[in-house]
């Protein structure tokens, strides 16, 4: 279960990490639903995305809970690949990612510009996994998924 101590500290390390993302007042959406209308502008997080704050938080908690881990490895598209790219190189924890053959040349590009190291395998995100989690243990690494809410 989530603790409001868990929030405060997870809130710290992001604000720690990255400014507040900006909010702007649309009047445009506030004429036609009546009501005023404040819009968050994740595209101005380091990553344009909200997942960057995940990253952040699991990185910390990784290395507090696996001072020793030697990597991070995940199969993903983009926005979480990022995440982890920018958060392991600020703590110092190297990430892997593995995308399907064919992914966004742009979010390749992004995941690798922030310090992954990108391999590209396989015909879609089911594929691309099938590699990915098997023998990195071995190798000292530990798997994050998209979808996960701890380490595993």
Known sequence: ????????????????????????????????????????????????????????VYMAHLKRERPDVRGVVSATRGNHGQSLALAGARAGVPVTIVVPCGNAREKNAAM????????????????????????WPARGAMKSCPQSTGIS
């Open 112 to 135: 690798r510009a922030f310090g992954a190291e990108l391999i590209e395998h396989g015909a879609d995100i089911d594929e691309a996994r099938a590699p990915c989690f098997p023998n």
């Open 1 to 56: 279960m989530i603790t409001r101590a868990d929030l405060e500290a997870a809130a710290a390390l992001v604000h720690a990490a990255m400014p507040p993302t900006p909010q702007y007042a649309w009047p445009l959406l506030a004429r036609r639903f009546g009501v005023e209308v404040i819009v968050k502008h994740e595209n101005h997080t380091p990553t344009g995305a909200f997942k960057v704050r995940g990253g952040f």
